[in-house]
């Protein structure tokens, strides 16, 4: 009966630690396919155009003073609504 309850011990270790020694190597798979996707964009910061507040990298906006904008466009007609007419 002792022998019985040595071995369950030792299965119950071996099963845990498998469990254990799994899941790191579940975590660490998961770390090697976030580093390799390639669609993943961690170069490049997102901005939001002030004018109609689409959000495109920030090496594609345009930006004037503390302000972020899609196109020059969008700039000058920000600052005709911003300045009050007349
Ligand atoms: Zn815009």
Redesign the pocket.
Known sequence: MNLLLIRLIIFAVLFWAGLKLYRMYREWKLAQDNDSRPEAIDDGRMVR??????HLPEQDAVRRDALW???E??HSRFLEEQQPKG
Request: hydrophobic share 25%.
């Open positions: 155009c002030a004018y109609c507040r689409v904008f899609c196109c466009g969008h």
